[in-house]
Antibody
């Protein structure tokens, strides 16, 4: 059974940093691209960032480019999102999502975690 | 980025009746090299993450009931629930994966 468990969310002041983690199990992690998708409270879904199976291809939404960094450790079956210079508009539930393929060029999300809540407020 | 627009924003349908949700993309998501539409549908129930229902515009994900179907091509797509069940109450999102992924704003489906 595929499981994706996010952690690292919390309350943080504007301008500060936070690092999210996603622990994956139930599938061969290094065979698939992985992504972060967020959902602001009561709002829709927004893709944040994606990374190919070997970290060779990485992409970011314009809204987070230059502030967020995605990475993965295939030996630990883990995905990460380093979030710097956080803003109030980054407040959201952050989901870790598995891609259906190894590249991140056409992201189709076939499994999702339960999410970790990030609240940016003073 | 490709903009995805769903209609309606909300929908109330009686149990056993048909529900239809539309999704329009600002540019075609039909890939010329393989003639596939890079369009997916997700279901999100309250307090849960989204669940993939349909991909390639009309292929049901494993385990998805056959009352769910997808159709359309190019820029216009439809998700149809042929006979609404109580457990289908949810928000439904379309998503294009032709390029940088974008989602529709969501359609809230309720029981009339």
């Amino acid at each position: 059974e595929v499981q994706l468990v996010e952690s690292g969310g919390g309350l943080v002041q504007p301008g500060r940093s936070l690092r999210l983690s996603c622990a994956a199990s139930g599938f061969t992690f290094d065979d698939y691209a992985m992504h972060w998708v967020r959902q602001a409270p009561g709002k829709g879904l927004e893709w944040v960032s994606g990374i190919s199976w070997n970290s060779g291809s990485i992409g970011y939404a314009d809204s987070v480019k230059g502030r967020f960094t995605i990475s993965r450790d295939n030996a630990k079956n883990s995905l990460y999102l380093q979030m710097n210079s956080l803003r109030a508009e980054d407040t959201a539930l952050y989901y870790c999502a598995k891609d259906s393929q190894w590249l991140a060029s056409h992201p189709l999300f076939d499994y999702w975690g339960q999410g970790t809540l990030v609240t940016v407020s003073s | 980025d490709i903009v995805m627009t769903q209609s309606p924003d909300s929908l109330a349908v009686s149990l056993g009746e048909r529900a239809t949700i539309n999704c329009k993309s600002s540019q075609s998501v039909l890939y010329g090299s393989n003639y596939k539409n890079y369009l997916a549908w997700y279901q999100q129930k309250p307090g849960q993450p989204p669940k993939l229902l349909i991909y390639w515009a009309s292929t049901r994900e494993s385990g998805v009931p056959d009352r769910f179907s997808g159709s359309g091509s190019g820029t216009d797509f439809t998700l149809t629930i042929s006979s609404l069940q109580a457990e289908d109450v949810a928000v439904y999102y379309c998503q294009q994966y032709y390029s940088t992924p974008t989602f529709g704003q969501g359609t809230k489906l309720e029981i009339k």
